[in-house]
């Protein structure tokens, strides 16, 4: 019997790399998504990989979501906690519902999606958490003062969370992707990318959304028992931490 994933965001961009990537290596993988019902299905008809709408900011919705998918999948092995929100402003001119919001989605949902499963993990002795921060929750980014304190406070709680269970057989970790040609970041104009972005990049390219999935593949495998804490900077040598 395979073991079953849980990737929120899971549909588009990085998550849906991470979905199918993990789909590939024989997980039954449960997509999660918050809106866009028109791309979520479309997903689900290329793949097969089911997918469930809920809020991750929302704990009710969040412990019911897993229930079902629980239900219809089995118990979860590996959660990818990749949903994530941008709400861009310069910190004197940005609203405490711009904070807030990503707040909840971001960082909030680190508890209202993990602390539904980890009893279970720790009863069966075995769980992958895999956490998706940000370059910018390394080092920062002007005009994303919310964005960054989210992305930062999420490898303090892996941090804790890892030391907590690392006796339990689960292990917790994350990945912090620098620039990756996504739908977003392809949206920005081509003279940006090529005199302001990339030029940052030692690698001199953009990452793939497909590098990030494979990280992912393999934290969540039995082979990296002996990792937990971890940040894995995948930026392309843009930022050393």
Not at 24 to 47: P, R
Request: proline fraction near 3%; include cysteine.
């Amino acid at each position: 019997m395979s073991r079953v994933a849980v990737v929120t965001g899971g549909t588009r961009g990085i998550g849906a790399a991470i979905s199918k990537g993990l789909k590939e290596a024989g997980y039954s993988v449960a997509a999660t998504y918050a809106g866009n019902d028109e791309k979520a299905n479309a997903f689900k008809e290329e793949t097969g990989i089911p997918v469930y709408k809920f809020d991750v900011a929302d704990a009710a919705a969040c412990e019911a979501g897993l229930k079902q998918i629980e239900g219809d999948l089995g118990p979860v092995d590996v959660l990818v906690n990749n949903a994530g929100i941008t709400r861009d402003r310069m910190f004197h001119k940005m609203t405490f519902e711009q904070w807030s919001d990503v707040m909840r989605t971001n960082l909030d949902s680190m508890f209202t999606m993990t602390r539904p499963l980890i009893e279970g993990m720790q009863a069966r002795k075995f769980g992958r958490i895999i956490i998706i921060s940000s370059i910018n929750g390394q080092k920062g980014q002007m005009g994303q003062a919310n964005y960054s304190a989210a992305k930062a406070g999420v490898i303090g709680f892996a941090k804790a969370l890892a030391q907590e269970n690392a006796s339990k057989g689960i292990t917790v970790n994350v990945i912090a992707p620098g620039y990756i040609g996504t739908e977003m970041v392809m949206a920005v104009p081509k003279e940006v990318l090529d005199t302001k972005i990339i030029p940052q990049i030692p690698v001199g390219r953009l990452g793939e959304a497909e590098e990030i999935a494979r990280c992912v593949t393999f934290l969540a495998s039995d082979g990296a028992g002996f990792i937990t804490g971890s940040t894995l900077s995948v930026n392309g040598g843009q930022y050393m931490a």
